[in-house]
């Protein structure tokens, strides 16, 4: 099983994400159960907690020498992307925006709306890529990357606002905002809109 592989890294993150919802893990638990390495449970971790999903929960103590090792569990993020209640939710919420404000106030709310779900990192991003596609995943979308011009792209094989998006394009403005907050960088939006929307995000 290649980790490097997006399909394999994709399933692998959601495997460990349904897991945790059981409550917090260690990373041999974890690599026992998703059938791969402890390092490469590592790494997945490290993606998941940059973008807000997993995070540390303390030790387990064995009564043994040696370190103790680390506990993982879902943040509030994590656990709230497995609700069905958001969609309809942020429809409804959008729709009545977008007929009360104008298109400007519109877009701020927006942006400021997607800076704050996704804290600002605590210190430069290594791969940013990596993150926006596991903030991306965490929203419910598929994704893949390719590089063009030194700029890094994520496309979506669909829209995981694809509901509001029809009706409201400029909600796109919520992950552009979120995506560039938790990446630390500029990000530049090109989505496809219409009856069938696809996420499409540059990474400057």
Request: proline fraction near 8%; hydrophobic fraction near 40%; charged fraction near 20%.
């Amino acid at each position: 099983m290649d980790a490097r592989d997006p399909e394999v890294s994709i399933t692998t993150r959601r495997q460990l994400l349904d897991r945790l919802r059981s409550g917090p893990a260690t990373v041999e638990t974890l690599a026992a159960r998703a059938g791969v390495t402890p390092n490469a449970i590592r790494r997945h971790l490290a993606v998941l907690e940059a973008a807000g999903q997993v995070e540390r929960a303390g030790e387990v103590r064995p009564g043994t020498a040696g370190k103790p090792p680390l506990l993982y569990a879902l943040t509030e993020r994590g656990q709230a992307g497995f609700s069905r209640a958001y969609p309809p939710v942020l429809s409804a919420l959008v729709a009545t925006l977008s007929e009360r404000l104008p298109p400007d106030g519109l877009r701020d709310v927006f942006d400021a709306a997607g800076q704050r779900l996704a804290p600002a990192p605590s210190a430069p991003v290594a791969d940013r890529a990596a993150v926006a596609v596991a903030v991306l995943e965490s929203l419910g979308a598929r994704v893949g990357t390719s590089t063009s011009g030194g700029y890094t792209q994520i496309t979506g094989a669909a829209c995981p606002l694809a509901e509001t998006v029809r009706h409201c394009p400029d909600s796109c403005e919520i992950v552009r905002a979120l995506l560039a907050r938790a990446t630390g960088g500029v990000v530049r939006t090109d989505c496809e809109h219409g009856d069938q929307p696809r996420c499409r995000f540059t990474l400057v």
